[in-house]
């Protein structure tokens, strides 16, 4: 079984070749060439990451953000967070803050209006979960990264959307 670092680095090098722009994330360890994409609460005013979410992976290709969550094996938490990040309006707009803050959406030249669909548009931030190869799969509306030592396969839930399946 691949460890988490392994499994982040296989995913990321994945994504490069796949066509996908790699715009943020948080390694395992913590050092990394791409900003940190730190969604915080904004009711929680002092210092500090409490109550704040962080996405292991952050994709972008087409006008979709891919998020990514990393672990050695399937995780229930990730696919709540990720769930809960995609589905309320408070979290899609903390994304969009992020992505600003760090300077991603003028990397990738997103307007206000473009920023804007990714708040109102959920459909526009793609949940998935990266681990070592198992017969366990994410929901029906994940995409499942299952990693061997040689390869990454992609399982698509059966909510996917055929647009979004053939952006891999």
């Not at 360890?29 to 992976?57: C, F, Q, W, Y």
């Not at 809960?84 to 307007?111: D, N």
Request: aromatic share 8%; with cysteine; hydrophobic share 40%.
């Amino acid at each position: 079984m691949l460890n988490e670092n392994q499994v982040y680095l296989a995913l990321k090098q994945w994504l490069h070749k796949e066509g996908w722009l790699v715009v943020g994330g948080e390694p395992p360890g913590g050092t990394n060439d791409i900003p940190v994409v730190e969604m915080k609460n904004a009711t929680h005013t002092m210092k500090g990451s409490k109550g704040s979410r962080k996405i292991d992976l952050v994709a972008f290709r087409d006008g979709y953000f891919l998020l990514i969550e990393c672990k050695p094996s399937f995780s229930k938490s990730d696919v709540d967070k990720l769930n809960e990040v995609v589905s309320q309006k408070k979290w899609r707009a903390a994304f969009v803050r992020a992505v600003t803050e760090k300077r991603i959406a003028q990397r990738l030249l997103l307007t206000s209006k473009d920023l804007a669909r990714y708040v109102d548009q959920p459909q526009l931030l793609i949940k998935a979960v990266g681990f070592s190869q198992s017969t366990k799969k994410g929901p029906e509306d994940f995409i499942t990264l299952c990693l061997t030592r040689e390869n990454v396969i992609p399982y698509f839930g059966r909510k996917i959307p055929d647009v979004i399946r053939k952006l891999f």
